[in-house]
T-cell receptor, first 116, second 115 residues
């Protein structure tokens, strides 16, 4: 089975621009979560989608948004980029049939975003 | 809310030595605990997880962890370090407040292995 794929792998943007990151989960997985990883804040949860619905959200400003499509692929969007948005953005998928608290999340390689 | 504390941002061992990475959690309910490893320029890979049942959990690459409720700990060990074990290790707890999975990670421990 193919793993979680994320595109693009690297991205350079300037302040004020917006960016869209894409994530394709493992086949059959219906839950997709997004995390931001920075040296200062570590790994922080952004949001989680299941069957095209956002079920859980972290403490990030409204500039961060996401969506999930009927094929479980997910995108996240960051508008009005700030320097502090430079980070590795990780996507993870799981079966999460019912809440999925015990489920293993399988992570993609991440998209490294640099904001200049 | 659940939280995780990893003691030691860096741990150095010699090849063949015991690896011990510490993780303590805070949770008012029975926790679900995970250890992930991250190699440079890669995502996270699951090493092992504890949900219920046996408190000694065996994972991949010879790693294991023991859930100790009385000590609120879930330390990761490996009897003999290998050069390929050099990476960053993250302990995580599955937060249960909303009923849907959200992993709360520790700050990570970078394992350095010297020849």
């Amino acid at each position: 089975k193919a793993g979680v794929t994320q595109t693009p792998r690297y991205l350079i943007k300037t302040r004020g621009q917006q960016v869209t990151l894409s994530c394709s989960p493992i086949s059959g997985h219906r839950s997709v979560s997004w995390y931001q990883q920075t040296p200062g804040q570590g790994l922080q949860f952004l949001f989680e989608y299941f069957s095209e619905t956002q079920r859980n959200k972290g403490n990030f400003p409204g500039r961060f948004s996401g969506r999930q499509f009927s094929n479980s692929r997910s995108e996240m969007n960051v508008s009005t980029l700030e320097l502090g948005d430079s980070a590795l953005y990780l996507c993870a998928s799981s079966l999460a049939a019912s809440g999925g608290l015990r489920e293993t999340q399988y992570f993609g390689p991440g998209t490294r975003l640099l904001v200049l | 809310a659940q939280s995780v504390t990893q003691l030691g941002s860096h741990v150095s061992v010699s090849e063949g030595a015991l690896v011990l990475l510490r993780c303590n959690y805070s949770s008012s309910v029975p926790p679900y605990l995970f250890w992930y490893v991250q190699y440079p320029n890669q995502g996270l890979q699951l090493l092992l997880k504890y949900t219920t049942g046996a408190t000694l959990v065996k994972g991949i690459n010879g790693f294991e962890a023991e859930f100790k409720k009385s000590e609120t700990s879930f330390h990761l060990t490996k009897p003999s370090a290998h050069m390929s074990d050099a990476a960053e290790y993250f302990c995580a707890v599955s937060e249960t407040n909303t009923g849907f999975q959200k992993l709360v990670f520790g700050t990570g421990t970078r394992l350095l292995v010297s020849p």
